[in-house]
């Protein structure tokens, strides 16, 4: 969606992709191999809660430069998004890909609880 110009969906799918790795973080740390639906509806979209509920905040909170990168994701991101009809732009997307890929690659390798 970047590389289409199309910012806003590429910040919304990017926040997308993190959601569902921090519930599978939280399987992990429940050590379930799947989450009911019901589970998955009532821990929701916010991340910082998913970040908690997989118990990494306190790893998170060790790298200030993740740590800053996750609260610029987490400020930015929401699901509303995909319905705002704002406009984001080029170097805002490149941002968020960027804090996001580097998240993405922590959480697939930080030791889960």
């Known amino acids: 969606m970047h590389a289409a110009d199309r910012f806003q969906g590429a910040i919304y799918l990017c926040g997308y992709a993190l959601e569902c790795e921090l519930k ?8 379930i191999a799947r989450m009911e639906e019901g589970e998955a509806k009532r821990l929701g979209h916010e991340l910082f809660r998913l970040l908690n509920e997989a ?10 430069d993740l740590f800053l990168a996750f609260h610029r994701i987490n400020s930015r991101w929401s699901t509303e998004i995909r319905y705002s009809g704002e406009v984001s732009s080029r170097t805002e997307s490149e941002g968020f890909l960027k804090d996001s890929w580097w998240l993405l690659q922590w959480l697939r390798t930080a030791p889960k609880s």
Do not use: S
């Open 24 to 31: 599978y973080c939280v399987c992990v740390a429940r050590r």
């Open 55 to 64: 118990g990494m905040v306190e790893r998170l909170n060790t790298n200030r």
